[in-house]
T-cell receptor, first 114, second 113 residues
Framework: GAGVSQSPRYKVTKRGQDVALRCDPI?????LYWYRQALGQGPEFLTY????????KSGLPNDRFSAERPEGSISTLTIQRTEQRDSAMYRC????????????FGPGTRLLVL | AQSVTQPDIHITVSEGASLELRCNYS??????LFWYVQSPGQGLQLLLK??????LVQGIKGFEAEFKRSQSSFNLRKPSVHWSDAAEYFC???????????FGDGTTLTVKP
């Protein structure tokens, strides 16, 4: 079956522009997670959803970052007024739901802000 | 707050040699612990996980890990490394009250022929 997909795979943008990153989870997965991974570091939690409800957004760095999952499936992570420090790999994962369930990761979106 | 430390940034082993990657965690209760592998251009793949019970956990690709509460460790081992094991390995601790995981900064494994 299909795994987690993310688009675009690469995104180059200019400072000040808004970007929207898309995640399509595994069908039937209840929980969806967003992580950010800087070079040489492990993934850093941003936010997660159960169905369409955003359960925890404590990892979002500031109010330029937002995420939604309006129908409980596809999710969009939006970064407004991008800055060079936003450059990173953005990873999405999904799971069946429930504490400790295995998270399946997508290939990531590499964002470069010039 | 939960945290994970992977003390070794880079490890090189010869093909066929044994491997141990270290992971230390900080968490207030019994943790959920994970090891992931990341190959270039790929997403993270789960190797194994510990929730409770037997402290020696078997995973895919011949990997195993042992949970040692007294040492707050969850080291990853493999008896004989293959060239295809060259990758980056991440240890993570899961929050037992919520869905998020906290990752270490990873260990890059190089396998010499």
């Amino acid at each position: 079956g299909a795994g987690v997909s993310q688009s675009p795979r690469y995104k180059v943008t200019k400072r000040g522009q808004d970007v929207a990153l898309r995640c399509d989870p595994i069908s039937g997965h209840v929980s969806l997670y967003w992580y950010r991974q800087a070079l040489g570091q492990g993934p850093e939690f941003l936010t997660y959803f159960n169905y369409e409800a955003q359960q925890d957004k404590s990892g979002l760095p500031n109010d330029r970052f937002s995420a939604e999952r309006p129908e409980g499936s596809i999710s969009t992570l939006t970064i407004q007024r991008t800055e060079q420090r936003d450059s990173a790999m953005y990873r999405c994962a999904s799971s069946l739901g429930g504490i400790g369930e295995t998270q399946y990761f997508g290939p990531g979106t590499r964002l470069l802000v010039l | 707050a939960q945290s994970v430390t992977q003390p070794d940034i880079h490890i090189t082993v010869s093909e066929g040699a044994s491997l141990e990657l270290r992971c230390n965690y900080s968490y207030g209760a019994t943790p959920y612990l994970f090891w992931y592998v990341q190959s270039p251009g790929q997403g993270l793949q789960l190797l194994l996980k510990y929730f409770s019970g037997d402290t020696l956990v078997q995973g895919i690709k011949g990997f195993e890990a042992e949970f040692k509460r007294s040492q707050s460790s969850f080291n990853l081992r493999k008896p004989s490394v293959h060239w295809s094991d060259a990758a980056e390995y991440f240890c993570a601790v899961g929050n037992t009250n919520a869905g998020k995981s906290t990752f270490g900064d990873g260990t890059t494994l190089t396998v010499k022929p």
